[in-house]
């Protein structure tokens, strides 16, 4: 019997991965990265489902609002690639600080429709 509670437990799926799979902050973040092409430091290497979003790098989550991420700040990575669009389901963001890496593309639109984002800086 107490194999069988053991091996049972080992199947259930974690609590970080069910909640990012029920998460729309979660998922954009995930849409973030696919759009980082080069991140010659690792610093995105925690950004994945066995980890809580609310404890990857670079990422604040609002403390009254339980998973909701509220500022994004990615200083000199050296990151690269492009902005996914998908940032703009973070509805809570309010600060973006993506200095001193090289982020090609426009800035997507849907940008700004973030109503509650009130500092932003991509500068290189």
Partial sequence: MPLFF???????????SL?????TDCQALLKFKQGITSDPDGH??????????CNWTGITCHQQLK????A???INMR?????SPYISNLSHLNTLSLQGN???G???????????LTFINLSE
């Fill in 6 to 16: 053991f091996l049972s437990f080992l199947a259930l799926p974690s609590t970080s």
């Fill in 19 to 23: 909640l990012c799979k029920n998460s």
């Fill in 44 to 53: 995105l290497q925690a950004w994945n489902e066995t980890v809580s979003f």
């Fill in 67 to 70: 998973n909701r991420v509220m």
């Fill in 72 to 74: 994004i700040e990615l």
């Fill in 79 to 83: 990151l690269q690639g492009v902005i």
């Fill in 102 to 104: 090289s982020f090609h």
């Fill in 106 to 116: 426009g800035i997507p639109a849907a940008i700004g429709e973030l109503s509650e």
